[in-house]
């Protein structure tokens, strides 16, 4: 399968920890995407990345949140100290530069107990 | 008010009917406009982009009105694999990558 990958799929932590999450895009997919959906709601962008520079951050990105892409290969999202409200599903997306069109992954539940 | 909003649905029609989807955005600046698809428990998927003259494909036919800041989606002969929820997405960004989804309007198609 050539797709966007994500691992975990799924991932359930305590209040106050850390997650880290991957994202494996389509191999020649420069730009990159992380979003944050809820049940009932559309994805809500938190940040892009072309090749290994991070270009746009949405405000919804706290400090506790914190991502990178260090090849401009996969890329990482890390939370810490995870609160309650963090419980959602984590989408990752890529695409190639110069199109507009977003390849999604499968996502990575979290829930935070 | 939200950014991009979407009529609130759900939307249940019989098989073969057509159905119209409609989506408002603020932001006068935004570049670029598609409708994605997202089958429940599942990743979105485009289903179309939103040309300014209006594009079809196959049974869907989108239209954009810059002026009213206004997106549809219109759906004919609806089938039951169309049961989704249609997301309506705008991108905005400074680089031309900062991307809004609106809040998706259910569609059940029903037999």
């Known amino acids: 399968d050539t797709g966007v990958s994500q691992d975990p799929r799924h991932k359930i932590t305590k209040r106050g920890q850390n997650v880290t999450f991957r994202c494996d895009p389509i191999s020649e997919h420069n730009r990159l995407y992380w979003y944050r959906q809820t049940l009932g709601q559309g994805p809500e962008f938190l940040t892009y990345?072309?090749?290994?520079?991070?270009?746009?951050k949405s405000r919804l990105l706290s400090d506790r949140f914190s991502a990178e892409r260090p090849k401009g290969s996969f890329s990482t999202l890390e939370i810490q100290r995870t609160e309650q409200g963090d419980s959602a599903m984590y989408l990752c997306?890529?695409?190639?530069?110069?199109?507009?069109?977003?390849?999604f992954g499968p996502g990575t539940r979290l829930t935070v107990t | 008010r939200k950014e991009v909003e979407q009529d609130p649905g759900p939307f249940n029609v019989p098989e073969g009917a057509t159905v119209a989807f409609n989506c408002t955005y603020s932001n006068s600046a935004s570049q670029s406009f598609f409708w994605y698809r997202q089958d429940c428990r599942k990743e979105p998927k485009l289903l179309m982009s939103v040309y300014s003259s209006g594009n079809e494909d196959g049974r869907f036919t989108a239209q954009l009105n810059r002026a009213s800041q206004y997106i549809s989606l219109l759906i004919r002969d609806s089938k039951l694999s169309d049961s989704a929820t249609y997301l309506c997405?705008?991108?905005?960004?400074?680089?031309?990558?900062?991307?809004?989804f609106g809040p998706g309007t259910r569609l059940s198609v029903l037999p």
């Open positions: 997306a890529s695409s190639l530069l110069g199109l507009d069109e977003q390849y």
């Open positions: 990345f072309q090749n290994e520079a991070q270009l746009e």
């Open positions: 997405v705008v991108n905005r960004g400074n680089y031309g990558q900062n991307f809004v």
